[in-house]
């Protein structure tokens, strides 16, 4: 028999229970149509459907059957007069209900799981017109102490309801902690930066319960947020991409007054978003962060319709996400923007001044140097260029990698050559004037990079030194550390070549020193590579040539995810040491 803890909505449950005569017996109990209807979720604001008391006893109940013994059911559903599904009661130990279903119109609407383990945690799972949360409860006390999916609406909906009601354990739920980042394999200080901003949640939850001053009749509107950003695994040493939501905004419709909240940062880990810098009221700016700069959008009563406005058009962004969507869609968005500055005064527009970069940047795609967004793009990095402030920064860098992709898809031929040069020139240009900015390792890492796309020793030498600029200047950004492996590859030529890494499928490791004098040919592959066939057949036939001559073959794989390489090899034949 499951075990809780007797909170006043699981007394009644555990009453129910006895009606069915669950109580100290082990066999599973008969469901009565009656007694269903007086189990309620224990979640509050879950919508289910409850036939009134005259339509009970018009309503159905029919035992589901047991795969493994046909005399003895699993569970029961209860049916409406209409034959709808209402309630279903399941067992999988035989011996009380683990599951409870609630449906809305005969769709399944909110599940609860309760097994039959001690230490194993409750489960309230939100469905169909309830949303998509599904929350675990891990000390069995009825209440969610995190979530393992909710969308970024959900998240805001929670923490709005934790503020009107001061409760912080409430918001503790939706907050990023460590085991979240392991799973991310996020370490080191990008973790910590992040576990920082998140340790202050609790607390800036009660201090919004306590300024919000709404009334009884407050309720969320909507969400605003722009389009996610992501950075690569690979630029961070991760296991998995870092996808954040910067700065939402929740309009709260309180009687005839329009409140906002400002929620700050969202982090993406699996199908949950996780907060990570908690909320603060009214129109102005989330505070500055631990360790950050970033603080949210101004929503003021000025700019609410055209809030609204833009979040109608994220809401339609496109999908599939073509160039010439993606620039349409992106064009639309600068027209609110443009609307909404111009109606912010100077010291309230900066983070939406970026939005609107960003989206004039993406804007470009496909269209020439002397475009409405280029030259708007320039008009703000000339404007602002040189003065305090991330904006001048902040377009220049931009800009010139709007102009650069644009340079290349009109490139003349006989051209490339002078077109990398401007390249690296506008780079070398950008970092000496803005070597502090929140862009310049980008800009680093990217000119390094073209210098060695020179493919010459003089080449060499120049990204040599960049990369070092990278790794003395920025040590703390991810960008040092793949600056400082670039260092050791460059310095390599000529040396011998180590490889080690745990081994495809059985995990043992390997060493490429147990090759010593053999001819060895490294080849990177991922799953997601369209080479990797063509690849894999080539490889096949240079080891059929060479292989009786000693030839040997280490792929190295750059997937996270070892179900998904070991399928992509077997579907390719990927020959060698995996």
Sequence with gaps: MVTMRLTT??????????GFGLTAQAQLPTVTAEGAFKVMPRQPSVTVSTPSPDQVPSCKVAPVPNPKDPK?????????AAGRPVRQFISYDGKSFNIIAFYVNGVEAYREIYPPQSGEAYQFRWLGPNGSKWGIDRDRDGRVDEWVVISPEEVSQELLAAVLTKDARRAEALVLNKTNLDSLGIQGAEAQKLLDRAAGAAKRTQDAGNTLKASPEARWDHLQLGAPQTTPADALGAREDLIVHKNGTVLVQDGKETRFLQIGDLVQVGRAWKLVDGPANGAGMLAANAGGTD???????AIKDLVARLDEIDRQAPNPPTAAKLA?????????????IAKLP????????????????AATEGEKLDSKHVVRLKQFKDAFAGKPGGIGSYAWFRFILAENSI?????????????????RASLEEFIKANPTADDAPEAGIRLAMAFEFVSTKEGDTKAKEWYQYLAKNHAGHPHAAKASGAIKRLDSEGEALEVSGPMLGNGQLFQSTSLKGKVVVVYYWASWSSTLADDAKKLNALLKEYG???????????????????QAITSAGLPGTV
């Design 295 to 301: 603080v949210g959008p101004v929503v003021t009563e």
């Design 548 to 566: 009786p001559k000693g030839v040997e073959v280490i792929a190295g794989s750059l997937d996270h995810d070892a179900r998904r390489a070991t």
């Design 72 to 80: 003895s059911p699993m569970g029961y559903v209860v049916h409406d």
């Design 9 to 18: 909505r699981a007394l009644g449950v555990c009453a129910l229970w006895a």
């Design 407 to 423: 340079n290349l898809a009109t490139v003349e031929s006989g051209k490339m050559k002078e077109l990398q040069e401007k390249w």
């Design 346 to 361: 100077q010291a309230q527009q900066e983070t939406w001044v970026k939005l609107l970069l960003d989206s004039l940047s």
């Design 328 to 340: 349409e869609y992106n064009s639309r968005r600068v027209e609110v923007l443009e609307q909404i």
